[in-house]
C-alpha cells in the first residue's frame, strides 16, 4: 500500500511536466513571432479567434433559415391558392346493333374547378356500310351535373360514319366554381361522363342523307376550338 502510495505522487509530476513543457515552448516561441501567436490563437481559441469564427456560422445560419422560411412562405401560399381539381372519369358504350367500336382516349382527366380541358373520343365503323347512330350522355353524380358544362358535340342528334370510316371527337369541358359555394356538391371530386351509342333504323333515305358526318363534322369542331376567341359552352341538367 505505501510503495503504491509513493510512486502517485511521481507518476502525476511527470504527467504535468509533459503537459506543461509544450505550452512553455510555444508560450515562449509565440511571444518572439506574430505568426506563430496567431496560429496559437487559431488553435486554442485564446483572444476570442474561434469565437469570431463561430459568429460567422451563425450568420450564415441566419441566411440559411431566412431564404428557407422565404422559400416556405412562397410555398404556403401557393398551397394556400390551389383551386381544388375534379377528376372527371370518361365512359363510352355501344348498343348491341351498332356496329361500331367506340371509346374515349383517355380514362380520366384531373380538372380544376373553373378551368377548361379538352379530350377526344373515338369512333369507327366496322362494317361496308354507311351506318348512322345518335348518342345520348348523362353525368353523374347526378347532383353535380348542373356545374358540368360542355361545348355542343356528336349527341343528341344524328351522326353518320361511312364504310370503314373513323372520326376522332374533340370535347371541351369546365365545372363551373359556383359548384364549390353548394353544400350539396362542394365536396364532389369525381365525376363521371357517359356517351351511349345507338344505332337509328327504320330511316328515310332524305333522313339518312341529311345526318351529321361525324368525321367531317369533328374536324370542324376541332377547328373552331383551335381558332376561337370565345367558346360557347351549354348544360343540360337544370338547377332546382
Known amino acids: ?25 510555444m508560450g515562449g516561441l ?55 381539381t375534379v377528376r372527371i372519369t370518361f365512359d363510352a358504350n355501344v348498343d348491341s346493333a351498332l356496329p361500331w367500336t367506340f371509346r374515349a382516349e383517355q380514362r380520366d382527366v384531373e380538372v380544376p374547378v ?25 353525368v353523374t353524380p347526378y347532383k353535380a351535373a348542373p356545374y358540368f358544362f360542355k361545348i355542343e358535340c356528336f349527341c343528341f342528334t344524328e351522326e353518320k360514319l361511312g364504310p370503314g370510316e373513323s372520326a376522332r371527337m374533340p370535347l371541351q369541358l369546365y365545372i363551373d366554381e359556383e359548384m364549390l359555394a353548394d353544400t350539396n356538391t362542394e365536396m364532389v371530386r369525381d365525376m363521371t361522363l357517359s356517351y351511349t351509342f345507338y344505332r337509328q333504323e327504320d330511316l328515310s333515305r332524305e333522313e339518312a342523307e341529311a345526318a351529321r358526318d361525324l368525321k367531317a363534322g369533328s374536324q370542324r369542331v376541332e377547328d373552331r376550338l383551335d381558332q376561337a376567341e370565345e367558346v360557347e359552352y351549354r348544360n343540360d341538367a337544370p338547377r332546382q
Open 30 to 84: 509565440v511571444a518572439y513571432s506574430p505568426t506563430l501567436y496567431q496560429m496559437f490563437c487559431d488553435l486554442t481559441g485564446f483572444g476570442g479567434t474561434v469565437q469570431a469564427a463561430s459568429e460567422e456560422k451563425t450568420e450564415t445560419q441566419e441566411e440559411t433559415q431566412t431564404a428557407r422560411a422565404t422559400e416556405g412562405d412562397g410555398t404556403q401560399s401557393t398551397a394556400d391558392g390551389d383551386v381544388p
Open 114 to 138: 373553373g378551368e377548361t380541358a379538352k379530350v377526344y373520343y373515338y369512333a369507327e365503323n366496322n362494317t361496308d356500310e354507311t351506318v348512322v347512330a345518335r348518342a345520348t350522355f348523362n
Open 1 to 25: 500500500m505505501k510503495d503504491h502510495d509513493k510512486k502517485r505522487p511521481r507518476s502525476n509530476r511527470r504527467v504535468l511536466a509533459l503537459t506543461l513543457a509544450p505550452l512553455l515552448v
